[in-house]
């Protein structure tokens, strides 16, 4: 099964693509989506949706696993903004019809490292054991899409 991870964001959006055989989990692509902080918020969303769309075409995923929006109530603009960013990548991954999975930042870590609370360096050392990487991925954005691309894999699995 062919699945695709999200990190969403508005200004950088991590993805990555990830092989999830039985026994064996190959990494196909990582990156992020980068839009121009100087253009409109509508423009923004469009070369999201845009970039976003390029991915799903060029790998046909079966899943999308999408990490939940976390914001503290001192920033409800960011909230909102990531919300939207958030709402484009869903309706691109609705538009393709792939099964789409949204997983919290503590069920991602405790399904990696056993630990819900672990931190960045933690996570990208767990990952990159996994997948067998020469080194640890970066940036954080594509290590958290990766780790959401593996909590989906470990969840199809169990069940």
Same mark, same amino acid.
């Given at each position: 099964?062919?699945?695709?991870?999200?990190?969403?964001?508005?200004?950088?959006?991590?993805?990555?693509?990830?092989?999830?055989?039985?026994?064996?989990?190959?990494?196909?692509?990582?990156?992020?989506?980068?839009?121009?902080?100087?253009?409109?918020?509508?423009? /923004?969303?469009?070369? $999201?949706?845009?970039?976003? *769309?390029? +991915? !799903?075409?060029?790998?046909?995923?079966?899943?999308? &696993?999408?990490?939940?929006?976390?914001?503290?109530?001192?920033?409800? /603009?960011?909230?909102? $903004?990531?919300?939207?960013? *958030?709402? +484009? !990548?869903?309706?691109?991954?609705?538009?393709?019809? &792939?099964?789409?999975?949204?997983?919290?930042?503590?069920?991602?870590?405790?399904?990696?490292?056993?630990?819900?609370?672990?931190?960045?360096?933690?996570?990208?050392?767990?990952?990159?054991?996994?997948?067998?990487?020469?080194?640890?991925?970066?940036?954080?954005?594509?290590?958290?899409?990766?780790?959401?691309?593996?909590?989906?894999?470990?969840?199809?699995?169990?069940?």
């Amino acid at each position: 099964m062919i699945i695709l991870g999200i990190d969403p964001g508005l200004q950088v959006c991590g993805y990555a693509v990830i092989k999830a055989e039985l026994l064996r989990t190959v990494l196909l692509e990582a990156g992020v989506f980068r839009t121009d902080g100087k253009k409109d918020l509508s423009r /923004r969303l469009n070369q $999201l949706a845009e970039d976003m *769309r390029q +991915v !799903l075409e060029k790998f046909r995923p079966g899943a999308v &696993a999408v990490e939940q929006l976390y914001s503290h109530y001192q920033h409800p /603009r960011t909230a909102i $903004l990531m919300g939207h960013a *958030r709402g +484009v !990548l869903l309706q691109q991954a609705a538009a393709v019809n &792939a099964d789409i999975y949204s997983f919290s930042a503590t069920r991602i870590k405790k399904a990696l490292t056993g630990n819900g609370r672990a931190g960045k360096a933690q996570m990208q050392r767990a990952i990159q054991s996994m997948l067998r990487l020469p080194k640890l991925p970066e940036p954080p954005d594509v290590a958290d899409a990766i780790a959401a691309a593996l909590c989906c894999a470990n969840d199809r699995r169990m069940k």
